[in-house]
Each structure stands twice: as structure tokens, then as C-alpha cells.
């Protein structure tokens, strides 16, 4: 009986279990592999559409093409023989000449849809590496995702909507448009018969790709959503990814690298706009700034130990902050006070004397 049933874990989620959001890291690695989010259907509307817009402003150009190089074959085909090499010269140059310009315009479109798509370039050869595992045929997986899932659902109900509005659209086109292509047909001029059917069929080119392109639309953000669900992390593999972080030297320079960027940028500004700094003079640095606006005393800018104590003096000297040498003072103010908070009132006396030395303020002002 139970062979009888549909397996309706061919309906649950292909990752059971992975509840968590797909970290940086995984996505970054994932782009890296070349796999990101993207819809065909798109790149390929994209390309339809910048071809139909070329064919059709190429259009006459393109039929005194066609036209010429008949002409050229036809009144020399009696004349020389078949093999001559001028043939093939003829030939390529009309070719490139007719063919270049749609080619190379659905090549931009595809380049772009790309690029769109990827938010910028990305080259690599993953996905092209040769894999025993592409090799082997996976009927299962293959009729699960396109018949029992939402993926594959989506699909067969958007490749059923473009052929209907296809006929639809061709249905209305040619039966609004046949009494006038009868009766161009019945008065025997080719040209325009021909020249109507070419601009019939333009014209149902040019609204279903527009109309491609708006069903392409919705398709990029399930394609999205499936890619997402896909990146999707299990508790314990966020837990291993985060010791393999841990662990990664490159990882770990770069987060070193990247904090030591922001703690710079932020020590610059604070330490440019100071009134002083006191040093130990190599391993401890404060700085500060007095607004009698805003405070009763001078508050703390910023502080650093080692690397930061030197970048720190760097930046003052480089931004003319005048610099006092006072080894039990900094020792003191880096060890009592944080970032943003005033100086206690027990050192008000020496920084009095500190800032009447540098002549920032008279010392009777935090007395």
C-alpha cells in the first residue's frame, strides 16, 4: 500500500533543517564558484529583445544585402566556377556585413544581463571543471525539481504563459492585419507582400519581447528566493564555519586588517580635532578636547595603547596637536576614563597646568 503513495518528501525542502540565514562568508565563497542568483530567462529576453531592435532598424540595410548578394551569385553562377576563391571573399564579407551586427548586439545583451544580474563581473572556472558527478544522469533529482517543487512548478506554468501570449498576441496581429496582406497578395507585387509580412512579424517580435522581459521580472526574484533558500545553514554548520574562520589566517588578517582601518579612521578625526595629547611616552596616549559650551572639564577623545599610543602621536604631529610627555598622568587617565567621559575632577589641577602650558586655555577655566 505504502508503494502505491506519492513520497511527499519529494515536497519539503531539499536542505530540511537549514533554518539560518546564509552568512557573508558563504555567500562571498558562492560568488567566488560563480553561483549566484540569476534568471535565463531574462539574459535570454534581454538578448531577444536588443536583437529584434537591431533587425528591425537594420531591416532595409540588411534586404540590400540579402538582395545584392543574390544578385552577385545568381548573374555569375554560368560564368566562373563554383570553386573560385572570390566566391568565398564575396561571401564572407556580405556575411559579416548582415550577420556581425545582430550577433555582436545579442552578445552585449547577454554581457550585460550578466553583469546586471551578478552586480558586476565575475570570472571563473568552476562552474566549468570537469566532474565525474555531471556525468552521471540523476532521473530523481531531475524530475523532482522540475515536477515536484515550487521551482519546477513556476517554470511549467511561465513556459505555458509565454506560448498562450505568444498565440494570443500573433492571433490578433494577423487577423487585424490579413484583409490588407489578401489583398497585397492578389495584386501580385512580391515586394510589398513581402515587405508587409516582414513588418507584421517586427511588430509581434517587438511586443513579445517587451513581454518577455516583464515576465523575466518576477522570474529573477523566485530565482533569487530559491537561491537564498538554497545558501540556507544548518546551526551546526554556521557553528563549523565559524571555527574555520577562526582558524583562517587569511580570515583573521583581514578581519585584523579591516578592524585596525576603522579604529584608525576614528582615532584620526578624534586626535586631529584634540587639544592635547598626553603620552607615556611610547606605550600609553590620550587625547582630549575642552568645549566650556558643552562641558565643565576637557573630556576624553580617544585613547590607545602601543600601535595606537604611536599612530596617535603620528597623527598629532602631523596635525600640529601640541604633545605633553606626563608618565603617571597617561598611565592614569587610560586606566580611569573611556572614550567620551570627562576627566575626573582629582586631575583637574595638572591638566589646568597642562593646558596653560600649551597655551590652549588660561588654567583658570577648569580650576
Known amino acids: 500500500m505504502k508503494s502505491d503513495l506519492l513520497d511527499l518528501q519529494w515536497f519539503a525542502a531539499e536542505d530540511e533543517g537549514r533554518t539560518e540565514e546564509p552568512s557573508?562568508?558563504?555567500?562571498?565563497?558562492?560568488?567566488?564558484?560563480?553561483?549566484?542568483?540569476?534568471?535565463q530567462d531574462l539574459?535570454?529576453?534581454?538578448?531577444?529583445?536588443?536583437?529584434?531592435?537591431?533587425?528591425?532598424?537594420?531591416?532595409?540595410?540588411?534586404?540590400s544585402g540579402c538582395a545584392e548578394i543574390m544578385r552577385f551569385f545568381f548573374t555569375r553562377c554560368n560564368e566562373s566556377e563554383v570553386a573560385n576563391p572570390r566566391f568565398a571573399y564575396v561571401f564572407a564579407r556580405y556575411f559579416a556585413r548582415l550577420v556581425?551586427?545582430?550577433?555582436?548586439?545579442?552578445?552585449?545583451?547577454?554581457?550585460?544581463?550578466?553583469?546586471?544580474?551578478?552586480?558586476?563581473l565575475i570570472f571563473t572556472l568552476k562552474?566549468?571543471?570537469?566532474?565525474?558527478?555531471?556525468?552521471?544522469?540523476?532521473f530523481g533529482e531531475y524530475f523532482k525539481n522540475t515536477l515536484f517543487s515550487?521551482?519546477?512548478?513556476?517554470?511549467?506554468?511561465?513556459?505555458?504563459?509565454?506560448?498562450?501570449?505568444?498565440?494570443?498576441?500573433?492571433?490578433?496581429?494577423?487577423?487585424?492585419?490579413?484583409?490588407?496582406?489578401?489583398?497585397?497578395?492578389?495584386?501580385?507585387?512580391?515586394?510589398?507582400?513581402f515587405s508587409m509580412v516582414s513588418r507584421i512579424a517586427?511588430?509581434?517580435?517587438?511586443?513579445?519581447?517587451?513581454?518577455?522581459?516583464?515576465?523575466?521580472?518576477?522570474?529573477?526574484?523566485?530565482?533569487?528566493?530559491?537561491?537564498?533558500?538554497?545558501?540556507?545553514?544548518?546551526?551546526?554548520?554556521?557553528?563549523?564555519?565559524?571555527?574555520?574562520?577562526?582558524?583562517?589566517?587569511?580570515?583573521?588578517?583581514?578581519?585584523?586588517?579591516?578592524?585596525?582601518?576603522?579604529?584608525?579612521?576614528?582615532?584620526?578625526?578624534?586626535?586631529?580635532?584634540?587639544?592635547?595629547?598626553i603620552t607615556n611616552p611610547t606605550h600609553f596616549a590620550v587625547s582630549m578636547k575642552y568645549d566650556p559650551s558643552v562641558t565643565d572639564a576637557p573630556s576624553v577623545t580617544a585613547k590607545g595603547q602601543d600601535e595606537i599610543a604611536l599612530l596617535m602621536r603620528r597623527i598629532a604631529d602631523d596635525?600640529?596637536?601640541?604633545?605633553?610627555?606626563?608618565?603617571?598622568?597617561?598611565?592614569?587617565?587610560?586606566?580611569?576614563?573611556?572614550?567620551?567621559?570627562?576627566?575626573p575632577d582629582k586631575y583637574w589641577h595638572v591638566l589646568a597646568e597642562i593646558y596653560a602650558e600649551v597655551g590652549k586655555y588660561n588654567s583658570k577655566s577648569i580650576e
Not at 557573508?24 to 534568471?39: C, I, M, W
Not at 556581425?100 to 546586471?116: D, E, K, Y
Open 24 to 39: 557573508e562568508y558563504k555567500l562571498r565563497k558562492a560568488r567566488e564558484e560563480g553561483r549566484v542568483p540569476k534568471s
Open 202 to 277: 517586427a511588430q509581434l517580435a517587438l511586443i513579445v519581447s517587451v513581454i518577455f522581459i516583464i515576465v523575466a521580472i518576477p522570474d529573477y526574484f523566485v530565482q533569487r528566493r530559491e537561491f537564498m533558500e538554497s545558501m540556507k545553514m544548518t546551526k551546526y554548520e554556521q557553528k563549523q564555519e565559524y571555527k574555520e574562520m577562526e582558524g583562517d589566517p587569511e580570515i583573521k588578517s583581514r578581519l585584523m586588517a579591516e578592524q585596525r582601518r576603522i579604529l584608525s579612521q576614528n582615532v584620526r578625526k578624534a586626535v586631529s580635532e584634540a587639544d592635547v595629547v
Open 127 to 138: 562552474p566549468i571543471e570537469p566532474k565525474f558527478s555531471k556525468i552521471i544522469p540523476k
Open 100 to 120: 556581425l551586427p545582430v550577433s555582436l548586439s545579442g552578445i552585449a545583451a547577454g554581457i550585460t544581463g550578466n553583469i546586471i544580474q551578478n552586480r558586476g
Open 43 to 63: 539574459n535570454s529576453s534581454l538578448v531577444f529583445l536588443f536583437t529584434v531592435i537591431v533587425l528591425v532598424f537594420l531591416s532595409k540595410s540588411i534586404l
Open 319 to 343: 596635525n600640529g596637536v601640541p604633545i605633553v610627555e606626563n608618565r603617571p598622568l597617561a598611565r592614569a587617565l587610560y586606566a580611569d576614563t573611556e572614550v567620551g567621559d570627562i576627566i
Open 150 to 193: 515550487f521551482k519546477g512548478i513556476f517554470n511549467i506554468v511561465k513556459s505555458i504563459g509565454k506560448v498562450a501570449v505568444i498565440v494570443a498576441i500573433a492571433y490578433l496581429i494577423i487577423r487585424r492585419n490579413i484583409p490588407l496582406l489578401v489583398h497585397t497578395i492578389k495584386t501580385g507585387n512580391v515586394l510589398s507582400s
